[in-house]
Nanobody, 127 residues
């Protein structure tokens, strides 16, 4: 019954921006830390970033730090990934994931050991 549905993907030129959304249902959204992952063609899934369940703490992969921002609106059961200064190497399927965490300020890690996953949305950055 738990669903995470991503939206906002598409085609963008190098240097452009996109904002992805992940809407949750069937779970108490505010009780979960959230993460974003991506999988590029021919590559393994990689961690993009994550956010604590209270939205106060975030972490990012070095490859996106300074360009991407994660935020959440628990009242809307939604987490966002704002992507700026996009590069062709950002091309991937982006997925959100939810994980139970022991406290409101615990930031999920990059291991991918999350409880629920969305189906992903395609982001393509043209050169």
């Amino acid at each position: 019954q738990v669903q995470l549905v991503e939206s906002g993907g598409g085609l963008v030129q190098t240097g452009g921006s996109l904002r992805l959304s992940c809407a949750g249902s069937g779970l108490v959204f505010r009780g979960y830390g959230m993460g974003w992952f991506r999988q590029a063609p021919g590559k393994e899934r990689e961690f993009v970033g994550s956010i604590s369940r209270d939205g106060l703490i975030t972490r990012y992969a070095d490859s996106v730090k300074g360009r991407f921002t994660i935020s959440r609106e628990n009242a809307k059961n939604t987490v966002y990934l704002q992507m700026n200064t996009l590069k062709p190497e950002d091309t991937a399927v982006y997925s959100c994931a939810a994980v139970l965490v022991p406290g409101p300020s615990v930031v999920p890690g990059p291991s991918g050991e999350y409880d629920y996953w969305g189906q992903g949305t395609q982001v393509t950055v043209s050169s």
